[in-house]
């Protein structure tokens, strides 16, 4: 079968919907090469769009979810509001990056092989994904078997580290849905089913909240309940999608569960520790931010401003997020398909659309900067100190809207591993410690800390990864794509590839 065929219909559907007058006419003169470049663009954001849209959906409805419960959790007191916080953001939250990362291996196989029309490969994917995924919750369950030690050991009180601790107890189901349901999200999001991830997240949220009322308020089950009702919420989006998936709603791509699954592990796994750690170190760098917050003099003031900015920047986040995963689809299926032009076009389309959102927010939040925090907080004391850290909250929002798609552009072409080692770089020996100068030597307080993170973390980070990006060999790439799809493609029985035999 011809691979330009899905291309070619996109593309007409893209045409159809332009107006009129966009389109090229017979004389056109002059005109012709801007049109033409107009029509690739509007292409080329309708097919990003066709992932992006859904993504931003389906993220904001899963962070609303965390939103809900902790909101429902806060009314029963403050030791309990502490806990199900402390539980859900710092140790969920470490082992959601980590095992984000490892499934975002999906994105460069699946939306190769997809690109490539090697349909019947995504299934296997998925499969060995799954197999990882499960032994690493099963190798990280100590962390939550042991979080009250640990969060002692952190310095928190007694009393909220015995609550932290029986909550992360009650969210090991949560723990081990991550497992199940981030591959077959990449698995639907790379054949460009992304509408009913959209919709299951949709009444994901809609289960989230009534099951937060019913166990905490009704049944009274206190921030158990608030635990039992993220594990049913989160399994309802894994059980949803997979019922989608292995149900006839993808029959060239799932066929059923096979042993091929368990052969090519090894790879498979350095693949997808590789994804992991390029997502969970900057996953974890703030973190530590809010951690490094609680050692400063006005302690509990720092970490409520920080914690107002991040949540503001959370929220943002999620649409960078989205064209994270857009690029990394687009990027991937045009490399798979040996179209090394159109992976670089996909690029500078989505770098540009996302680049013109993040300027938007970022004069928003300067225009509202002594307005933003009313939302969260009346202390006069936390409004002035998110007022003086807005404009770092600005920055942050305008880098944040290039570097996922960056990271995106990695993820497809399969550079997790450089990007992992520039992740550490620059985060970890550059931003980690100039964030301590700018602290305790230059006495910037909780300015000198974010300062840190975004000029010798963030702003480092983007810089390297375009230079990284601009300087790639595109055609090298697609050729290194038609590579990988053939060497990780399931032998025929006399040992060649499909494509070998064909």
């Known amino acids: 079968m011809d691979r330009s065929n899905n291309r070619d219909e996109n593309n007409d559907l893209a045409l159809s919907l332009l107006p009129e007058s966009v389109l090229p006419r017979n004389g056109a003169g002059d005109k012709d090469e801007t049109q033409g470049l107009s029509i690739r663009v509007w292409i080329e954001t309708m097919k990003l769009w066709q992932i992006v849209g859904p993504a931003i959906f389906s993220r904001l409805a899963s962070y609303t979810m965390n939103v809900i419960t902790q909101a429902f959790a806060g009314h029963l007191g403050e030791v309990e509001l502490a806990a199900i916080s402390i539980a859900n953001t710092v140790i969920v939250g470490f082992i959601f990056g980590l095992l984000l990362g490892m499934a975002s291996a999906l994105e460069t ?30 190798a990280l369950l100590p962390v939550y078997i042991f979080t009250t030690p640990i969060l002692k050991l952190l310095g928190q009180t007694d009393e909220v580290a015995e609550q932290s601790g029986v909550v992360a107890l009650w969210l090991i189901p949560l723990h081990f849905s991550f497992a199940f349901q981030f591959p077959l999200q990449r698995f639907l999001q790379c054949q460009l089913q992304n509408m009913v991830i959209a919709w299951v997240s949709v009444v994901g949220l809609l289960i989230n909240a009534f099951t937060s009322w019913l166990l905490i308020y009704v049944l009274d089950f ?11 919420s989160w399994w309802f989006l894994a059980l ?26 090894w790879e498979f796994i350095k693949l997808s520790a590789a994804s992991g750690v390029m997502l969970c170190l900057e996953n974890w760098y703030y973190r530590i931010l809010i951690l490094m917050t609680g050692y400063l003099k006005d302690a509990t003031i720092a970490v409520d401003a920080l914690s107002v900015c991040m949540t503001i920047n959370g929220w943002e986040l999620m649409i960078p997020l989205a064209f994270f995963a857009g690029t990394g689809v687009r990027v991937a299926n045009e490399l798979g398909a040996g179209n090394w032009k159109g992976a670089k076009f996909a690029t500078k389309v989505s770098v540009a659309e996302s680049a013109i959102i993040g300027v938007f927010f970022c004069i928003l939040i300067i225009a509202l900067h002594n307005k933003i925090a009313y939302i969260f907080t009346s202390s006069s004391d936390v409004l002035e100190a998110v007022d003086q850290m807005s404009y770092l909250l600005a920055i942050t929002i305008l880098l944040n809207s290039v570097q996922p ?19 550490l770089f620059c985060y970890y020996i550059v931003g980690l410690p100039l964030g301590f100068v700018m602290e305790w030597i230059f006495n910037l307080s909780i300015g000198g800390i974010w300062g840190g993170m975004i000029f010798g973390g963030t702003g480092l980070q983007t810089l390297i990864l375009a230079i990284i990006t601009i300087r790639r060999d595109w055609e090298n790439e697609a050729q290194k794509a038609n590579q990988r799809v053939l060497k990780w493609s399931t032998p025929t029985p006399d040992g060649q590839s499909e494509e070998q035999v064909h």
């Not at 206190?222 to 049913?232: E, K, Q, S, T, W």
């Not at 949803?240 to 592990?265: K, R």
């Open 222 to 232: 206190g921030v158990v309940g608030a635990a039992i009702a993220l594990d049913i």
């Open 109 to 138: 196989l699946c939306g190769q092989a997809f690109g490539a029309k090697r349909y019947h490969m995504l299934g296997i994917y998925l499969q060995r994904s799954w197999i990882v995924l499960f032994l690493c919750c099963f």
């Open 405 to 423: 798609v960056l990271s995106g552009v990695a993820v497809g072409s399969g550079w997790q591993a450089w990007v992992a080692y520039i992740n």
């Open 240 to 265: 949803g999608l997979y019922v989608y998936a292995a149900c006839g709603w993808c029959p060239q791509t799932w066929t059923g569960f096979s042993m091929q699954a368990f052969s090519g592990l």
